[in-house]
């Protein structure tokens, strides 16, 4: 019996920002899987990290979701092993990207002085 191997941790950081993104968006992994020519389970292996995103399907992915390429890299630099840094999986969180989702419709002005004082609170 071979044994399963682990997925790679940058492989598994992409397919959750790809997951985190998705809910913002309010899409669900069928219809991420529509507009890739893909089945949802191939989306759930992608976000899980299980399969790895081609340089291509992942250019397709963010077109599809409306973010640069470089935006499913964001916070991995330095990283080498978990994303989350023993925080638990924030980034497919329901309830950290339900706050996420409600932070960017809060208009631009005022949403940069709750991000100040949410800095200013997590440093107290």
Known sequence: MIAKKAPNPTDKHVGARVRMRRMML???QEKL????GLTFQQVQ???K???RIGASR????AHILQVPVSFFFEGLAGQATDTTEG???VLTDREAVSLV????????????RLFDLARVLSSA
Not at 58 to 61: E, N, R, V
């Open 26 to 28: 309010g899409m669900s």
């Open 101 to 112: 989702r409600a932070y960017y419709s809060i208009p631009e002005e005022q949403r940069r």
């Open 87 to 89: 925080r638990g999986d």
């Open 33 to 36: 899987g529509d507009a890739l």
């Open 58 to 61: 992942l250019q397709q992915i």
């Open 45 to 47: 292996k992608y976000e």
């Open 49 to 51: 990290g299980a399969n």
